[in-house]
């Protein structure tokens, strides 16, 4: 009896020893678990981190802050740290989702922009993005505001008057282009939640007004990017510059501008899609190549000495020489979209000179000094509200 008893707690001891031990190697495990998972939540998002930053966070509607650059270190520490502070904290992995993850458990909505610098930006359907300006004052725009009528307009057509009418006087033809912003060629990405403007557009209304009352050569390009939206796309959807046309829409805007100066100059024989390659980088937006090589060089800025320039020399004052000197010269009093013909244009000129229209005051200075064959004023819809302002050419 008494063996029996012994025998049975011997079994107890040994089964509460093995319970234990279960327990502790249960206890064991679940803490190292506990361990690797929280140095895996430390390490993760470090191995995860966007190595360069600067990218579109929608979510939060801006920029995240990109890498400061190692020389900073060197030149001014306590600005390095500052910045590097910044960017590691936008930057770390899985930031993006954790944070749309909790903006869906919060029930919060996008409002869907984001901010760059000044400048406000839309996020439209089926991931479109769109420019929208200055503290967004593009919205108003597309919501049928009118930001120039009456006296503004009169005065827009006469400084138009007064440009062709000068430029008679030198028999030299004049042209005028007008460029659509993005959201007037695809209205249908635009974001829902804005209502669009009636009809006519504000670009449309300005276009009409001029051409009933000047006789200058003048157009909008919004009839060609439209009539190649369906086979290409013309303004890129979200990566890269969101602000002006792509290379191939700038191909086709290049294509109406051509059709325009051949009526003056016929020897200026345009470019065809079969003389360009069109490719596309890893954004997914369109490049444009000639299959030829260029026969066009762009000029040092000291091409422009001598010539009174209000804004500083930068991209939007450049000039090109074709290797042909016999081709005659074009002037283009333009913004930053002239920018963005510089591919294909020089190609037709002996000469191509661009210069901000914002110096029309020294005008009949850059006629007199560089002798244009024909001059284009360009001006892009956003600027209509205060082009008028700049184009009087006797200041």
Not at 140 to 149: A, I, N, S
């Amino acid at each position: 009896m008494v063996t029996s008893t012994a025998k049975t707690q011997k079994t107890e001891k040994t089964a509460k020893t093995a319970k234990t031990v279960k327990t502790a190697k249960t206890a064991k495990t679940r803490s190292i678990v506990f361990t690797a998972a929280f140095i895996a939540m430390l390490i993760l998002p470090l191995a995860f981190v966007d190595p360069e930053g600067g990218k579109i966070s929608e979510p939060e509607k801006r920029v995240l802050a990109a890498r400061p650059p190692a020389s900073e270190l060197r030149e001014d520490p306590v600005r390095f740290k500052r910045h590097f502070d910044g960017w590691f904290a936008d930057n770390t992995g899985f930031r993006g989702p954790m944070i749309r993850l909790y903006k869906q458990l919060d029930r919060l909505e996008t409002q869907g922009q984001y901010i760059d610098g000044q400048y406000v930006y839309l996020i439209g359907r089926e991931g479109h993005h769109f420019f929208a300006g200055y503290e967004g004052f593009l919205i108003t725009k597309y919501q049928g505001v009118p930001m120039l009528e009456g006296s503004k307009l009169e005065r827009f057509s006469g400084s138009i008057e007064e440009i062709r009418l000068y430029l008679e006087g030198r028999d030299t033809p004049f042209i005028v282009m007008f460029c659509t912003d993005k959201e007037t060629v695809y209205p249908e990405y635009y974001p829902e939640s804005i209502i669009k403007g009636p009809d006519p557009i504000y670009m449309d209304f300005v276009t009409d007004y001029l051409l009933e009352n000047t006789d200058a050569d003048l157009f909008s390009t919004k009839e060609c990017l439209m009539a190649e939206k369906e086979n290409y796309l013309v303004y890129n959807k979200s990566e890269g510059d969101v602000g002006h046309w792509n290379e191939i829409g700038a191909f086709f805007v290049y294509r109406e501008l051509m059709a325009h100066v051949g009526a003056y100059l016929p020897e200026t024989e345009p470019l065809t899609l079969s003389d360009i390659d069109i490719s596309y980088g890893a954004d997914g937006n369109p490049v444009v190549s000639l299959k030829q090589p260029p026969a066009f060089h762009q000029l040092d800025a000291s091409f422009f000495d001598g010539a009174t320039l209000e804004r500083p020399f930068t991209w939007e004052n450049i000039a090109f020489e074709n290797s042909d000197e016999s081709l005659p010269t074009i002037l283009i009093m333009c913004d930053s979209f002239g920018e963005t013909l510089c591919k294909t244009v020089p190609q037709q000129f002996g000469k191509t000179i661009l210069i901000h229209y914002t110096n029309m005051g020294n005008f009949k200075e850059y006629c007199d000094l560089y002798e244009p064959d024909i001059v284009v004023l360009e001006i892009a819809e956003r600027q209509l509200a205060w082009a008028p302002g700049h184009l009087s050419i006797d200041q």
